[in-house]
């Protein structure tokens, strides 16, 4: 039998290690899996590198953990946090390093590394500082980057419902980077607000099949706050 | 005392504008800012589709307070509401309709628009702290038209319609249209095109207000 | 308003011209547009190439506008017809272009089209004569061959539910490669078996949103024959 | 008169013996022919989620006719049932699957298989008629291992366990291990290894019938 389900956050995150790095779901603060980020001050590791859209949100979850040092490096399109500034304090003091990335070729570097991809070409950044240094070249008359997959250790997503397969499905703008994530990890770690029998999720609605998904911990997590 | 002969276009003006050039069944991302309002200034009986980066189609108006979804905002974090036949999806899908062409439309603000379509509205100067780009530049480069609303000058009175951006790029020539406070202007291979100016405005006291030549239309 | 419904399949293929690029979905008989490819023979339009994972099945769809002479060319990872030796036929006798493509780089290539994505490395197909000729590049200690999009001027695909703007579901195994064509069409006409009205469909279920369909067509298709 | 020592596997007992090799939880793809009965063998208390390149994963058992649902094949088309906790997807998620290494496993036939791995499984001559490729070199390059389920050798009595190819390749070394009908054999960085025997048979009538060198596994 599968059983994907772990109890506890700390189970959830059992054998994630120092340098890891670490793929984050969520769009503000939207499906972001705040408990299982959270989870990761309690197991002490550090020299992280996280990909996430934004630097977090609030004094939760990304930004606890950047005030308190895990981070080493941090791949982002926004990394703005609204009620902090504690990202912008460890860039002014060279404490951190950003990688700074379009939204969309973040999302598309990551879905590369899911699907086997280990490298693509996009118009986007073409001419502009982001893509400085990177291959350019020709096609249909137009100049593209050639930009790289970004594959994680660890995924940290947040689902609405799961089972013990994995399967996942999200709610409304919940959903975001989370099935992107999951595909782009060795390892993905999901936080659900409902657990499900195996068979009550109907299969044309899956949204992430459990095949992306190792661990599934059931968090009654309530509702995002803005 | 003020000489000037005009009046310059409200926020919601230059929104209505917009939205008045936007032809029913269009798809549409709108940035933060003056092009959020274009959404409630979209003539009626025109129905037009909604996208945001963030996994949206079909965005409605904004709820009441007592309606409000917290799983439900838009790109610029604001609570919206989904309007029938709106659909959900994963931030790759989300850009896919973007860089593959498949929005008729985004309408962006910007801190400069040079005069061969090069746009600059994401940093303010090369060494920017912290700078922050978010789906600007997958907009720029993906989405059929690139539209932007800005006021025609800076706060310190220096044209955004320019020769050649002096901030840094978010894409190159990529705009086609803009919509200023005192004008509308196509960007063209000839360069920058009035195609409207408000009443009271002359094109030379609009070439007084702008950084590279203003054209006007073939006849 | 927004009404992407057409009345007839005549109206559905309005302005189809010759020398077109249809992509067809449909894996076997499941989810195949029959009745829109049928619908070309009716519009005389020929010196077309054809993108489909078969070649058809049976005497139907596909199978016709071979036996008609239609087809330039056929792009395809499986050119085998259950019940027909229509295409071999034509292949032998030098009168239709083959290009074979491992199924899933077709899927992959569409996809990119219709991302915005003019070309990406795989590993598939290395080392094989369907890479020959292709440019060959080392990512993370394996080699890699360079795939470019595959756009269509028109996607032909099956849908199992839509409404008026065009949003569309599947069902079971009848999805396959219909989403990623619809992606990566000029125009994408899909037939449909139900048809909702706007609202009816859960936008979390939603596989196909709108924005990818221009023209649906609602046939009560029935059931595939296998 | 038949003086072989040994019977070989049937078809169905070399499906059993693959069966009985894939632990609990893992995500699979079966090719036609003999990998396509594995489903049906795998061992009491096991839970194997089974894919298929055409969108669906955790296939069950073949339906009774009267359970048929048309729309519910697999991609050998052949009718199929959906075990609780199964899904569905479109053709580029599927291969997302495939070529991401979500897979743990496939089970492939072969014309050929080499000592260094590499595999011919789609065509018989670089001539072929109409040939057809599939999702063969999708799953070859692309699932976390590669088994091949085949006859030790031709109807003519040639092996296809051979030093290299002289069909058309699948994929570059890319099968792990082999069941025939007459043995397992891993394929290693040493080449070929005998990891077990049919009943009756002795690595030197092994090799008669193998075109490369077998070694037996280190001590």
Known sequence: ??????????????GVADGATFLLGGFGAVGQATHLIEGILETGIKDLTVVANNAGYGQVGLARLLKEGRIRKLICSYPRIVGSTVFEELYRAGRIELELVPQGTLAERMRAAGAGVPAFYTPTGVG?????GKEVRHFNGRDCVLEE???GDVALIEAWKADRWG??????AGRNFNPVCAMAAR???AQ??????????DPETIVTPGIF?????????????? | MDTRTWTPLSRREIAARIASDIPNGWYVNLGIGVPTLVADEVPEGREVVFHAENGLLGIGPAPADADIDPWLINAGKQYVTLHPGGSYFHHADSFAMIRGGHLDLCVLGAYQVAENGDIANWATSENDTAPAVGGAMDLSVGTRRVWVAMNHLTREGEPRLVRDCTYP??????VDRIYTDLAVIDVTPRGFVVAEMIAGMTLEQLQALTGATLHMPEA
Do not use: C, F, W
């Open chain 1, 128 to 132: 502009t500082r982001l893509a400085a």
């Open chain 1, 149 to 151: 997959a970004l594959s």
């Open chain 1, 1 to 14: 039998m599968i059983d994907k389900t772990v109890e506890t956050v700390a189970g959830a995150l059992s």
């Open chain 1, 167 to 172: 399967n996942l499905t999200y709610r409304a």
């Open chain 1, 213 to 226: 998904v190792d661990r599934v911990v059931h968090i009654e997590y309530g509702s995002p706050r803005l």
């Open chain 1, 187 to 189: 390892m993905t770690i």
């Open chain 1, 192 to 201: 659900t607000q409902h657990l499900e029998p195996l068979g009550a999720l």
């Open chain 2, 169 to 174: 790029l978010t894409a190159q020539a990529s």
